[in-house]
């Protein structure tokens, strides 16, 4: 099943996100997983928070090979430490540590469509989660996969990267944001906006 993307505006995404307890049920969470796998792929995403599909609960996946592309001269689209893509799902992640100098990167989101912004974001995460067979890891990821797993981490926490924007930039923002959140853009992917039905 493919679900329609949330919009900015939807309250879902502000609300920070409740794990997932242990007695879910097995069958429905790994239809979850892949119905979320379908809708990231469906909307040419490399990541997806549950909040985005308008659920309040800890669980993202993640697909970070499109994000470790080459550019037009065949450079690396991403700076050092460049690591392996990683296509994963996680549930309810907790992040141990960011590690490194913080490096820029123009980032978007589904829910935010037609708006880049520069973030800065430390290059090493360790993360503590489960899988979908609720099965425990610790792992430490870098480079671009970890830029995707800490913005599909803020969504469970109720931040979005537009909150990192600062001063200016966040007011000359309001007007797009505000259209976005009445509907008025444009995506190739179904959307659902606060107080209206799917679109």
Request: proline share 8%.
């Amino acid at each position: 099943m493919i679900y329609p993307i949330v919009a900015f505006g939807d309250p879902v995404l502000k609300a920070p996100a409740k794990p997932i307890a242990p007695d879910f049920s097995p069958s429905e969470l790994k239809q979850l997983v892949q119905d979320m796998y379908d809708t990231m792929y469906y909307a040419h995403g490399v990541g997806l928070a549950a909040p985005q599909v308008g659920k309040s609960i800890r669980l993202f996946v993640i697909d970070s090979e499109p994000m470790l592309d080459e550019d037009e001269e065949g450079n690396p689209i991403i700076p050092e430490p460049t690591a392996a893509p990683v296509k994963r799902a996680f549930i309810n992640p907790q992040i141990v540590e960011e590690t490194g100098e913080e490096w820029a990167f123009e980032e978007g989101c589904l829910s935010i469509p037609g708006i880049r912004e520069t973030v800065y974001r430390k290059p090493v995460v360790t993360l503590r989660y489960e899988d979908e067979n609720r099965q425990q890891h610790e792992e430490t990821f870098s480079g671009m996969t970890a830029r995707v797993i800490q913005h599909e981490y803020d969504h469970l926490e109720g931040v979005l990267f537009t909150d990192y924007v600062s001063g200016l930039k966040k007011q000359l923002l309001k007007g797009k944001l505000s259209r976005i959140s009445k509907g008025d853009v444009k995506a190739d992917y179904r959307m659902k906006f606060a107080g209206q039905g799917r679109r």
